[in-house]
């Protein structure tokens, strides 16, 4: 992998990542941008101890562009995009429209292929062994930043989910404090331990579900599984076999078998609901530990995390979205209507179909 850092016209950094070391990036940023103004702001929510970023600036970021005019896509003769470059293999770049900015964190956009009417599960797996060594260069690097308490790698695919640009990415969000979801699990984490004579909670869930029927596919060095207690219709929770609090802890064995195992998840889910069906939409979510002392967690160490991914979708059904009604959007608490076990068979069923 060849790393190039520039910066666009407006002061953002940009990083091309490519796969020929003899790949040469000196294209310039020609358009006539000012420099960047953010607004972001946390606030505290004393009740609920959780954190909000106010971010009034992104009310005018670009939204569905027609194909032709997509931001991700080369810059083309005068057709200049956020991406200098007339082709790409991977690009991160400095989100124009950041949730999160200077002392509030920082958010990235991670292009995956130049091919605007691609999606991931298109990329070969030397391209999505690209994507991997990306995010985990930018985790290693946002990591560093002295506001930065978490960094959490994700892709959002489909309209469905809320996805403003079409073209194939993802983004990472280096927060400034711990997220919620991760608080929670650390809590369950420092309980178990606590309780159990110092047992692993995290090595006690894997090893359930590797013993059970909710397995979707399992390789040498990962495994993946419908969780037991699965909070969406279709979810599917991936581990290293080996327990690694973060991507850069993965060794070249898991990171040499991922791009195949995650790629065949991917097009499982595109045939879940059969043919003729619209792209499935997604949520891919990478869950690594925070950096940093871990205050208020007694007796639990960073190392004691699991690095996973956890997969879902919001379809439920052919032609159906599943909606977070009262129960969830009120209370944070999920009804599914799919079976977990139902849905790891459905899973399994649609391999290489």
């Not at 790698?153 to 489909?158: D, K, L, S, V």
């Amino acid at each position: 992998m060849k790393k190039t850092s520039t910066r666009l016209a407006d002061g953002r950094e940009l990083i091309y990542y490519d796969l020929r070391d003899d790949t040469v990036r000196d294209a310039v940023d020609r358009r006539p941008l000012e420099r960047t103004v953010t607004r972001s702001e946390i606030r505290h929510d004393a009740l609920l101890g959780d954190s909000v970023a106010i971010a009034s600036h992104r009310q005018g970021r670009t939204y569905h562009p027609p194909a032709d005019q997509c931001p991700l896509c080369p810059s083309r003769g005068e057709r200049l995009s956020e991406i200098p470059g007339s082709s790409y293999d991977v690009v991160v770049f400095e989100n124009r429209f950041p949730s999160l900015a200077g002392d509030c964190g920082r958010c990235e956009v991670v292009c995956f292929t130049p091919d605007h009417d691609a999606s991931f599960a298109d990329l070969s797996e030397e391209q999505a062994r690209l994507v991997l060594d990306a995010w985990t260069d930018r985790t290693a690097e946002l990591s560093h930043l002295p506001s930065v308490k978490q960094v959490f790698c994700f892709e959002n695919r489909g309209a469905e989910i809320g996805v403003t640009l079409q073209h194939p990415h993802g983004q990472i969000y280096a927060y400034p404090f711990l997220t919620p979801r991760t608080a929670l699990m650390l809590r369950s984490l420092a309980a178990h331990k606590a309780t159990s004579g110092g047992e692993n909670l995290f090595d006690v869930v894997l090893e359930r579900e590797r013993a059970g029927e909710r397995v979707v596919l399992a390789g040498e060095h990962w495994v993946a599984f419908v969780p037991y207690a699965a909070h969406w219709p279709y979810e599917v929770h991936l581990y290293p076999r080996r327990r690694v609090p973060d991507l850069l802890a993965l060794d070249e064995a898991a990171r040499a078998e991922f791009p195949r195992i995650y790629l065949d998840l991917l097009r499982r889910f595109d045939r879940i609901f059969g043919e003729g069906e619209p792209p499935t939409p997604y949520i891919a979510a990478w869950h690594q530990a925070p950096f940093g002392r871990l205050e208020g967690y007694e007796g639990v160490t960073r190392d004691e995390f699991a690095l996973h991914l956890e997969l879902f979708t919001i379809r439920r059904t052919s032609g159906k979205l599943k909606f977070l009604a009262g129960s969830e959007s009120g209370m944070s608490v999920f009804i599914n209507d799919v079976p977990p076990e139902r849905a790891a068979e459905r899973l399994r069923e649609v391999a290489g179909s």
